[in-house]
């Protein structure tokens, strides 16, 4: 058998502040989420030279270390489009 709680019980009124702060904490959760996931996404698209300047994926396939094997700008590109699908 249910019980059915009415508002007027004590235990709803003492629940409100934490269901409104719960509340407010899932909101904040998926704002960032959506403004990290938005910044992976600016960050993957600088990658690739076509969207960005030259210099900008010189700069990103100086910093490769020299001992990662195959190409650097293999490494700059594959981690562009790992961080557009992350991102997105």
Sequence with gaps: ????????CPL??????LRRCLLVMSLV?????FLLGGFYCLAGTAHFPQT????TFENYCRIVPPYIPGSPAFHV???????LVLGG
């Design 52 to 55: 960005s300047s030259a210099a």
């Design 29 to 33: 959760r998926t704002g960032t989420c």
């Design 1 to 8: 058998c249910v019980k059915v709680i009415h508002s007027s």
């Design 12 to 17: 709803l009124h003492h629940l409100r502040p």
């Design 77 to 83: 590109l594959w981690t562009g489009v790992a961080e």
